[in-house]
């Protein structure tokens, strides 16, 4: 099983970047997924989350309006539209898969992508 994070990159504050995350080796369509980050120097951190049929979501404060989690399961794919990035955004984001429901945790995630660099630039 694994999990293909992508679309990281270098942006400017007030950019956008979409991330990707394709699992292979089973489907995750009844599970939760969900995006992690961590910053340098700081312990990873819930940034989002998506139930198995989309209909519960969920986000740390700090992305409320600016983040959208979405996921296509006939694809097995998970998305992550970042707009109006900041600085303090900058970081390594993880997606994740497994959970029984949506999660903060990350524990309750059993699979885990490789992680793709976001940088946001001021």
């Known amino acids: 099983v694994q999990l293909q994070a992508s679309g990281g990159g270098l942006v400017q504050t007030g950019g956008s970047l979409r991330l990707s995350c394709v699992a292979s080796?089973?489907?995750?369509?009844?599970?939760?997924m969900g995006w992690f980050r961590q910053a340098p120097g700081k312990e990873r951190e819930f940034v989002a989350a998506?139930?198995?049929?989309?209909?519960?979501?969920d986000y740390i404060d700090s992305v409320k309006g600016r983040f959208t989690i979405s996921r296509d399961n006939a694809r097995n794919t998970m998305y992550l539209q970042m707009n109006s990035l900041k600085p303090e955004d900058t970081a390594v984001y993880y997606c994740?898969?497994?959970?029984?429901?949506?999660?903060?945790?990350?524990?309750?995630?059993?699979?885990w992508g490789q992680g793709t660099l976001v940088t946001v630039s001021s």
């Open positions: 994740a898969a497994g959970s029984a429901t949506t999660s903060r945790k990350s524990a309750e995630y059993t699979y």
């Open positions: 080796g089973r489907t995750f369509s009844r599970n939760g």
């Open positions: 998506i139930s198995w049929i989309s209909n519960i979501v």
